[in-house]
């Protein structure tokens, strides 16, 4: 088994020494793998900064990739397919922290410009892994949630899905959460914008080029409010489209710590499901137990106030808004150098649900 060769991200966290004993590894920085630092090797093990197509593979050993992430849009499918390189990803690892960078992002920008978000409607633009639990945890706190994702208005599962543009009509915000394919590239245009309800609150996780930043920076002006943690040409972006988001981070959304050990345990596990490492079949990571603090009532005007509090003393949103603003050009090292944060636990999911219907 030790003729099995490895080249994994060096940035990927708690990997390092799980798969030593099973095969040679090499880690590297996503950016500095290239077609000669794969030489040799079977599997590459990556995230979104390593472009996995013909100019990196062509020619090489390689018959897997594991990308842990929850997108594969860094990585050609078709000649991957054509030339038999089996892909995996780890779709929903961090769903969560999506979903909690969102709710905070929302709560932050009601605080600051003294919005109303009480019985909102919110238009979820692709229901998968995060779009669904975005879309069940707004309608636990009061919103009115319209679901827009073809694919899954063909099944039958109780749930109503709604049309792109009656979405866009009828929603105070609108969500993106698509994954980035040919149908969702630009998704975001000039008539995306004109179909929005003036003062509408636009949020971007997903991809960066699911937008048309030229489109949104010419009809910023509609737009009740921009928060966008995901860019086109990362990690080189837009002063100009920065200047007019109300929230930027530095793609940082999915963040989370029980993110980041989800994704290594989903890409181990299909390691050793592709390889057969029988002994790596059960792996799993032991987080450290989330100390909470008490959730204390230090007399907010407003029930909604508090719970903008108690979500930015878990998530110091603000802090990586002003790294990124004041200097834009260290994208990649703000990125690489951000704590991970600890998710919503279900304890203060249940205070912010009592805090926002006490509010109604």
């Known amino acids: ?31 500095e793998i290239n077609s000669k630092v794969i030489a040799g090797a079977h599997a590459l093990i990556v995230r979104t900064r390593t472009k996995c197509d013909k100019k990196l593979l062509q ?8 990308s842990a992430t929850i997108g594969s849009d860094h990585i050609d499918l078709d000649y991957c397919d054509k030339e038999g390189i089996v892909v995996f990803n780890a779709a929903g690892c961090n769903a969560n922290g999506v979903v909690q960078y969102i709710l905070t992002a929302l709560f932050a920008l009601m605080f600051k ?4 978000l009480r019985e909102k409607s919110i238009g979820i633009i692709g229901a998968g892994n995060v779009g669904e ?6 309608e636990k706190f009061g919103f009115f949630v319209l679901r827009c994702d073809p694919p899954k208005s063909l099944i039958n599962n109780n749930i109503s899905y709604y049309d792109l543009n009656y979405v866009l009509e009828n929603s105070q915000i609108v969500s993106l959460n698509v994954p980035l394919n ?3 590239k630009n998704i975001c245009s000039y008539s995306f914008i004109e179909k929005m309800k003036k003062g509408a609150i636009l949020v971007n996780t997903s991809r960066g080029d699911v937008l048309d930043q030229s489109a949104v920076i010419e009809c910023s002006s509609k737009l009740g409010g921009l928060i966008i943690d995901v860019w086109k040409d990362e990690p080189s972006i837009s002063e100009k489209f920065v200047a007019i988001t109300d929230i930027a981070t530095p793609h ?6 029980e993110g980041k050990a989800n994704a290594t345990v989903m890409t181990i596990l299909s390691f050793a499901s592709f ?9 799993k990571i032991e ?3 989330f100390e909470e603090k008490p959730i204390v009532d230090i007399g907010e005007n407003t029930p909604m106030a508090a719970a903008a509090r108690i979500l930015l003393e878990i998530f110091p949103l603000w802090e990586e808004d002003l790294k990124l603003r004041t200097n834009l050009v260290d994208f990649e090292r703000i990125r690489s150098e951000y704590i991970y944060r600890r998710e919503l636990s279900q304890n203060v999911i249940c205070e912010l649900e009592r805090l926002i219907s006490s509010d109604n």
């Open 287 to 289: 987080l450290p137990p």
């Open 113 to 116: 410009k003294n919005l109303d």
């Open 59 to 66: 020619g090489s050993l390689v018959k897997a990739i594991f």
């Open 252 to 257: 940082i959304a999915g963040y989370s710590l």
């Open 182 to 184: 040919r149908e969702t």
């Open 133 to 138: 639990r975005l879309a069940q945890l707004m």
């Open 275 to 283: 390889f057969e490492i029988d002994k790596l079949k059960n792996f």
């Open 1 to 31: 088994m030790k003729c099995l060769k490895a080249i994994i991200d060096s940035d990927i966290p708690f990997i390092k020494g799980v798969l030593e004993p099973y095969c040679s590894v090499s880690y590297i920085k996503g950016s």
